[in-house]
């Protein structure tokens, strides 16, 4: 039979000394599942929880392997994925190495010339890894697959064209690839539950915010699992794992409110009992009527994931938010009078006037804390990247980016070294992530943390 190996890198290096949240790793496994079994056999290899990666492989590895897929976001997964390829190579020249994920969707060009990247898949990779492993398997054409980037074995470079995103209704259930890891490995004491785990129900957002790299790769065009699809497979982590809690990763979880609150009555008719979070926006937030937020209490939501990111009202105009303090403010009254945990994240640093957005965003998070102190606040250094708007805004003023695969592999969040902020103010902001214990918080958050269910 027909072998597939997908690949999830680690995202820390050992130079990072703390333990990163080790999360259902979605991306590969949503991959896994639109495979038939009958017709391949798959594995997926998990790089920050595998011990001895090599042992555990290199028995396996033989002619039938056709590709191996690395899913990486721009960070230290490029590097641990550069790694892995590396080991596949050596031990097969036949096996195709394909890159998808993030950052070689948001910079298919730089990646293909890296000689341990043979394809790039750009953007939602579920139908496009079949149909090139189907290809492949029956020694056919793939130039006519969509959204691929090649290279030849002369090395020349060719983009085939692209197609839209297909419906989320369309893919099989992750569920399917369950077998092929270990999920009670990712399942978390957190956020006061027993046993979290995380889920996908959307893609996309119609929003812009110039910071984030959602609307380059999605256009942004939103797309939904209806409820009865989530339910079932909630359901099914319910029933089988136990769940108690599901932490929805959206972009936006509230976007269809028509949606949501189908959501909710399925949870409720079917006796499900889990708690709930997800991502939402200031506005979307206050929008919501005291019969919407009775109903999304009854069905288990608990907490909001809400990106703030600034207290300057200028910044937030300049990144494309769209709300106020004021409306921040009554963000946190509401939570506070309907008992939902607001969790709020903010960047300071911006490159109009570093100084003051600093102040500012102290300023609001001093207002936060005294109505609701117990508001978990998450506090960043803003870092530039590719693919967003403030790419273009951070070159020109004066921020110098990696120029090839392996540099992008180093640029991470805490390390990126913006050039607009003096090693004074650089100073100061990190000893307020350090007073907000951005990583300590980052562990109840579940960012970084280590706390899992044994
Ligand atoms: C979960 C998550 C994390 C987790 C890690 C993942 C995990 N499982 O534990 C944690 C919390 C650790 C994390 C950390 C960070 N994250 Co994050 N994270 C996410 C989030 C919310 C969900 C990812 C996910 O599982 N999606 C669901 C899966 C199914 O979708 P997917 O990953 O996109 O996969 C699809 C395609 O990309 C493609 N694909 C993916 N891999 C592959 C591989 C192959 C071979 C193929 C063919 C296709 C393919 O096919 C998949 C199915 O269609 C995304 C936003 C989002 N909604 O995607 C941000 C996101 C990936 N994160 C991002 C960022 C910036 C960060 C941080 C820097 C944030 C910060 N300030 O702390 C850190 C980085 C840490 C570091 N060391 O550098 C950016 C990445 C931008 C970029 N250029 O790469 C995103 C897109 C958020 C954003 N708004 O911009 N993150």
């Not at 990111?309 to 200028?314: C, L, T």
């Amino acid at each position: 039979m027909k072998k597939v190996l997908l690949y999830y890198p680690k995202i820390c290096g050992v130079e990072d000394n703390r333990d990163l949240y080790v999360g259902i790793p979605l991306s590969v496994m949503t991959l896994a599942a639109q495979f038939d079994s009958k017709k391949y056999e798959l594995k997926i290899i998990d790089g920050r929880i595998t011990e001895n990666i090599e042992d555990d492989i290199v028995e396996w590895i033989d002619n039938e392997l056709l590709m191996v897929g690395i899913s990486a976001i721009t960070s230290y997964q490029i590097k641990d994925g550069i790694f892995f390829a590396e080991f596949i190579r050596n031990y097969s020249t036949n096996t195709k190495l394909v890159w998808g994920g993030w950052h070689p969707s948001l910079m298919p060009y730089e990646t293909i010339v890296h000689p341990m990247v043979d394809i790039v898949i750009k953007g939602q990779g579920e139908r496009a890894i079949v149909e090139l492993a189907d290809a492949i398997s029956l020694n056919k054409e793939i130039s006519h697959i969509p959204n691929l980037v090649i290279k030849e074995s002369n090395g020349d470079v060719y983009e085939t064209p692209t197609r839209f995103y297909a419906d989320l209704n369309h893919y099989k259930s992750i569920v399917n690839s369950f077998s092929y890891v270990d999920v009670n490995r990712y399942i978390y004491k957190i956020w006061g539950n027993q046993r979290v785990i995380g889920y996908e129900s959307s893609r996309g957002c119609p929003w812009h915010c110039r910071y984030c790299s959602i609307s380059s790769v999605y256009n942004r065009k939103w797309n939904a699992m209806l409820p009865p699809k989530m339910i079932a497979d909630i359901d099914y982590l319910y029933k089988e794992y136990s769940i108690d809690a599901i932490h929805f990763f959206d972009n936006n979880f509230f976007v269809d409110a028509v949606r949501v609150k189908h959501f909710c009555n399925l949870l409720i008719e079917n006796k499900i009992n889990v708690k709930w979070d997800g991502t939402c926006n200031v506005i979307q937030f206050l929008g919501f009527t005291d019969e919407y937020m009775k109903l999304l209490k009854r069905s288990g939501f608990y907490r909001v994931i809400i990106g703030i990111e600034s207290g300057d009202e200028e910044v937030l105009n300049k990144i494309g938010k769209l709300h106020t303090n004021d409306q921040v403010l009554e963000v946190v009254k509401k939570c506070k009078r309907y008992n939902i945990q607001a969790s709020f994240s903010f960047m300071v640093g911006f490159p109009w006037n570093p100084e003051q957005d600093f102040l500012n965003t102290i300023n609001i998070i001093n207002k936060i804390k005294v109505i609701d102190n117990s508001v978990e606040i998450m506090f960043f250094i803003f870092t530039p990247y590719c693919g967003t708007n403030m790419y273009q805004t951070a070159l020109e003023y004066g921020m110098r980016f990696p120029q090839s695969l392996e540099e992008w592999s180093s640029y991470t969040y805490d390390k990126a070294n913006t050039p607009w902020l003096t090693e004074k103010l650089r100073r100061k902001i990190k000893r307020y992530v350090s007073f907000f214990d951005t990583d300590e918080m980052s562990d109840k958050l579940g960012l970084f943390t280590n706390n899992r269910n044994e």
